[in-house]
């Protein structure tokens, strides 16, 4: 990228893969390379035995079981795997799905797919605060309900869901509750027991992994979970996702979670100095900044804003030298405004106005000092071309 350093602000969208991780993994490509399924000589033993070690490693992060945890190519997959599974498996008990209108699109096409399949979805509201309302998610339930789908925080404002009291009720009227928690494992703690989580999602990459593997875990009794695979052919992960496991993807998605899940304290009281900083010296400077999301029930490294009169797609161009993005590395060649932004109820404007920034285990003081000053100029500068 040459030597002008770009200060990388953009840790929803991805993080680097931390060394520690890419250390345990490099063995894994050129000498311990079995497939983890043939067992019968020391080449797959010992390529299933790190497979088994990076299941209890996971399971252990959220209070699961080790064969609860299944391995994907990421949390897009996993969410399918969970929404589909448990409408063709559960079908038969009735057809109804409740989910939120902030979800990630990896959730919200599914449901579009499922309804067009003749399911029926209740997409529930939230608060400008990116919150549902407990007792419109309890009056959605009808004896026909069989999932509720709420993510566990948010991939663009950062706010964070009620967790365990959504399991409550999903588990005193008998639904399953799955939830997305790509952004969620290794910055916030995750008991899938306390919070009566029956089915969730991680992402590797999310948690300085490595990019297309994944974990879906499914609970196995108090209630099992069956799910239909979406993926067929050999009936590997419990005939869930059938394929040869990229092993060395597989440990580092063990190792990356165990480091995140280790070092989270220390990790969101930095996260938390850096964003506040930073929303403070923007509020300085720009006195009418907004903030989306929810100022205290939201991750520490989140930080969304959005500036009046700044377009943010001109913005984020004018930045040549720090990477932030205007809302969901999964829609961005998206002319639409941020669909959870609108959901807010502020109108697209503040959408449009729109700017996710997000620090990281590698960012540094001097990282945000430059960033304040970068961001600074810029909306200067496009607050005076707007004025002549």
Request: one cysteine or more; charged letters at 20%.
């Given at each position: ?35 983890a399924a043939s067992i019968d000589h020391e080449y797959g033993y010992e390529a299933k035995q790190a497979v088994d070690k990076a299941r209890e490693q ?20 996993s969410d399918n795997i969970a929404l589909f599974g448990v409408a063709e498996k559960y079908g038969h008990r009735g057809k109804h799905i409740i989910t ?138 419990k005939g869930l996702r059938s394929g040869t496991l990229n092993v060395p993807a597989i440990v580092g998605i063990g190792k990356a979670v165990e480091l ?129």
């Amino acid at each position: 990228m040459g030597e002008r350093k770009i200060i990388y602000l953009d840790h929803h969208a991805t993080t680097p893969v931390d060394l520690r991780v890419l250390q345990d993994m490099l063995p894994y490509f050129t000498e311990v390379y079995g497939n983890a399924a043939s067992i019968d000589h020391e080449y797959g033993y010992e390529a299933k035995q790190a497979v088994d070690k990076a299941r209890e490693q996971i399971a252990k992060a959220i209070n699961a079981q080790s064969e609860e945890i299944i391995f994907t190519s990421g949390a897009t997959e996993s969410d399918n795997i969970a929404l589909f599974g448990v409408a063709e498996k559960y079908g038969h008990r009735g057809k109804h799905i409740i989910t939120a209108v902030t979800e990630h699109k990896a959730v919200l096409d599914c449901c579009k797919r499922l309804e067009e399949m003749g399911y029926t979805v209740t997409y529930l509201p939230v608060d400008e605060f990116g919150l549902i309302d407990l007792q419109s998610l309890e009056k959605a339930i009808t004896p026909k309900t069989i999932l509720i789908s709420i993510m566990a925080a948010n991939n663009e404002i950062g706010t964070i869901a009620p967790l365990e009291e959504i399991g409550r009720i999903a588990k005193k009227h008998n639904v399953f509750f799955h939830s997305d928690a790509a952004q969620a494992v290794g910055h916030i703690p995750i008991d899938v027991q306390k919070m009566n989580i029956d089915i969730l999602s991680i992402s590797g990459h999310k948690l300085y992994g490595p990019k297309g593997i994944g974990v879906l875990y499914r609970r196995k009794s108090n209630p099992r979970v069956n799910l239909s695979p979406v993926i067929y052919g050999g009936g590997h992960e419990k005939g869930l996702r059938s394929g040869t496991l990229n092993v060395p993807a597989i440990v580092g998605i063990g190792k990356a979670v165990e480091l995140a899940c280790k070092e989270m304290a220390p990790a969101e009281k930095r996260y938390r100095q850096l964003t506040d900083y930073l929303w403070k010296a923007l509020k300085t400077d720009f006195p009418g900044i907004l903030l989306n999301g929810h100022p205290e029930k939201r991750l520490a490294h989140n930080l969304n804003i959005s500036i009046p009169g700044i377009e943010s797609k001109a913005l984020i161009v004018l930045l040549k030298d720090v990477a932030v993005s205007a809302g969901s590395a999964c829609t961005t060649n998206s002319v639409e405004p941020s669909h959870v932004i609108c959901a807010l109820g502020f109108g697209e404007g503040r959408a449009h106005n729109a700017i996710r920034i997000s620090v990281g285990r590698f960012t540094g003081a001097e990282d945000i000092e430059q960033a304040v000053q970068s961001l600074s100029k810029a909306v200067k500068g496009l607050l005076q071309l707007s004025s002549v």
